[in-house]
Each structure stands twice: as structure tokens, then as C-alpha cells.
């Protein structure tokens, strides 16, 4: 009896370690902005989130120096596909003078990212002086900014208000931001695009994952 129970002991020690060799949390080292919580199969193509909780990881990014315009202009860091969309006339942080398209990006973890709790971009910005700010949109996506890799976009100034320098808030519900980043091809970056007749100072980008 006592050979019988300890076959029964080393079985299930030996089952439990084996089921234990066969998981992993995919995300642990890789280097990655933020931690992404979750388990998968060690052949799993990608991870499964875990069970829903508060929102413990913030992570930002913040391009350009917030120095209200201040020059020298601070470089951007456009993605090549961002690049092209943008064409010839590109505007930096601080570039005066109007018709320069804006335009810059913001790495996305390269890991395998398993859930999203949501986005925030922040634009301070005012218009060129001249021409009309007043019609500038601006997108938040990835380039070249079809249908399906749009997340936000919008008139920057609402109608009937003047332009003036501002900060603008746009905030990224969950379930876009993870079905752009989190399904089937994982773009390695999110782009932001603001028309021609408005100058950025600065753009932050806060990303919340569990």
C-alpha cells in the first residue's frame, strides 16, 4: 500500500513539474517599454492576458522639449512609413513658419504584447501666424493612415473657436488600441500627423497595460 501511494505521489510530482516546464510568461525578458502579465504555451505564437486588473503599468514618452517653443528646433524620430506620407516639407518641434507638414513616432514593445488598458496623447501646439490653422486636422495611427490604422483624428481647433496655443487630449479607448497593436501584424510604432499651418512644441504619449 504504501508503494502503491508513493507511485501515486511521484506521478503527480512528475505531471506537476512537467505541466510547470510547459508554460512561460513570453513577455519575461524581452526588453520591452512595459511588462505585459501573461501566460502561454511555451509554442504559442502569442500570449494570453491574464485574468483583468488594475492598470499597474504607465509608460511614457515624451519627444520634443517643453520649452514653449523655444528655439533650436528638437528633432523627431518619424518611422519610414510616416516619412514618406509626410513628403518634402516637414516641420520639427519648434519649426516656424507654416505650410511644413508635422509629423513623429513612438515605439511600441516589440515583445509579444498581450493587452492594453487604453492611451493618452498630449499635443501642445498653436498655429503658424498666417494661412489657415484654423482647417488643420490632425491622426493618430500608424502611416500611411488608412481606414483601419486610424485610432483618432479631428479638427484641431473646433469651429467658430480662434486658434490659440493649447494643449490637445486625445485619449485611445482600449479595444482600438489592442486591436491595432495586439492582432495579427503588430505595428512597431504609433504615429502622430498634424497638419501644416500648426506648430508642436511637444507630444507625450502614456501607455496603460496591466
Not at 505541466?19 to 513570453?26: H, L
Not at 524581452?30 to 485574468?51: G, M
Request: overall charge negative; aromatic content about 10%; glycine content about 6%.
Amino acid at each position: 500500500m504504501m508503494r502503491e501511494r508513493f507511485g501515486v505521489l511521484l506521478f503527480s510530482l512528475l505531471f506537476a513539474s512537467m505541466a510547470a516546464a510547459q508554460t512561460r510568461d513570453p513577455c519575461t525578458n524581452f526588453l520591452c517599454p512595459a511588462l505585459q502579465h501573461c501566460t502561454a504555451p511555451a509554442d504559442a505564437p502569442s500570449c494570453v492576458a491574464d485574468p483583468p486588473t488594475a492598470c499597474q503599468v504607465v509608460t511614457v514618452y515624451t519627444h520634443g522639449l517643453m520649452d514653449s517653443f523655444v528655439q533650436p528646433v528638437d528633432p523627431t524620430t518619424p518611422s519610414a512609413a510616416l516619412t514618406t506620407f509626410l513628403g518634402a516639407s516637414i516641420s520639427k518641434y519648434d519649426t516656424t513658419g507654416c505650410n511644413k507638414r508635422f509629423g513623429d513616432s513612438f515605439p511600441i514593445g516589440s515583445c509579444l504584447n498581450c493587452k492594453f488598458c487604453g492611451a493618452k496623447v498630449e499635443i501642445h501646439l498653436k498655429p503658424c501666424g498666417s494661412d489657415q490653422p484654423e482647417n488643420d486636422d490632425y491622426v493618430i495611427g500608424v502611416a500611411p493612415f488608412s481606414a483601419p490604422q486610424i485610432l483618432a483624428s479631428g479638427r484641431i481647433w473646433p469651429a467658430g473657436v480662434r486658434p490659440a496655443e493649447k494643449i490637445l487630449v486625445v485619449n485611445i479607448p482600449a479595444d482600438k488600441f489592442n486591436q491595432l497593436f495586439c492582432n495579427g501584424r503588430k505595428p512597431p510604432t504609433l504615429d502622430v500627423y498634424v497638419e501644416d499651418d500648426t506648430i508642436v512644441d511637444w507630444v507625450r504619449v502614456t501607455i496603460y497595460s496591466p
